[in-house]
């Protein structure tokens, strides 16, 4: 029986990805910086961990506790919406110590057990926000492009050993806390220049259609996909505004 490990799994993304493989008949190691054993169902393929990607010791004590996996899934991620003058660089600094940093952290702490055995898959949560360049998400996008960059090298680097690394780009997901998350980061105030760019912002996440935007169970199955079957394409995205966006922006590069 094969073991996952998934960072963030306390809401969102991560937590319908533990739920799914659970139901799938997987061991599941669900990590969270505050963990909770109330939200996902009772199960003896279930461990809850705690996990900070910022902390070289959490991410050591994890691992350890863990075993021996078959699957990481990187999905642990801070937002962070808002103009660039009105972002304080320690929240920055904070943005790709959680997106990418810890993304690349977790990934060095699996690899020496994947490379062993020559077996294993790396599963990184990016966005399609990098698909296009969007108003107030300078800092976000950048930190989630440096994951897919890392993600594309880092995979041929370990082909070698029987190891594949994928990414999973999830479109906007309004039933997620993910949106509040970056709403958080407006309480550094906004610029007042920037007022009616923040104003149509918001005015065009209201205008989308319900069904072009990217659910929690899009994003479970396409970490799925991407973790069990090794003809998923590099880049894979989840949602149906996910796959209109690559699509898009596949067309402009033709």
Avoid at 5 to 22: K, N, Q, V
Avoid at 24 to 51: F, H, Q, Y
Avoid at 122 to 149: E, W
């Amino acid at each position: 029986m094969k073991t996952v490990l998934i960072t963030g799994c306390s809401s969102g993304f991560g937590l319908e990805t533990a739920r799914l493989f659970l139901e799938r008949g997987w061991n599941v190691v669900a990590t969270m910086r505050a963990p909770r054993t109330d939200i996902l169902p009772a199960s003896e393929r279930l461990k809850v961990l705690p996990l900070d990607v910022t902390d070289a010791a959490s991410i050591a004590a994890c691992i350890e506790a863990a075993g021996p996996i078959d699957v990481l899934v990187n999905n642990a991620g801070v937002g962070l919406l808002n103009a660039l003058e009105g972002i304080p660089m320690e929240a920055v600094r904070l943005a790709f110590e959680t997106n990418a940093l810890g993304t690349i952290a977790m990934a060095k702490a699996v690899l020496p057990q994947f490379r062993e055995r020559k077996s294993g898959v790396i599963v990184n949560v990016t966005s399609t926000v990098t698909a296009k360049p969007l108003h107030l998400l300078s800092v976000y996008t950048a930190t989630k492009a440096a994951v897919n960059a890392f993600s594309e090298c880092l995979a041929l680097e370990v082909e070698p050993f029987g190891v594949r690394v994928r990414v999973v780009l999830p479109g906007r997901a309004p039933e997620t806390a993910f949106g509040d998350n970056h709403r958080k980061h407006m309480a550094f105030g906004t610029p007042d220049a920037y007022g009616e760019i923040v104003k149509g912002v918001f005015a065009e996440w209201a205008r989308q259609p319900a069904d072009e935007v990217t659910h929690v169970a899009d994003v479970a199955e396409g970490v799925w996909r991407a973790a069990t079957d090794p003809a998923c394409p590099m880049r894979l995205p989840a949602g149906a505004d996910a796959v209109a966006a690559m699509a898009a922006a596949e067309r402009m590069l033709a």
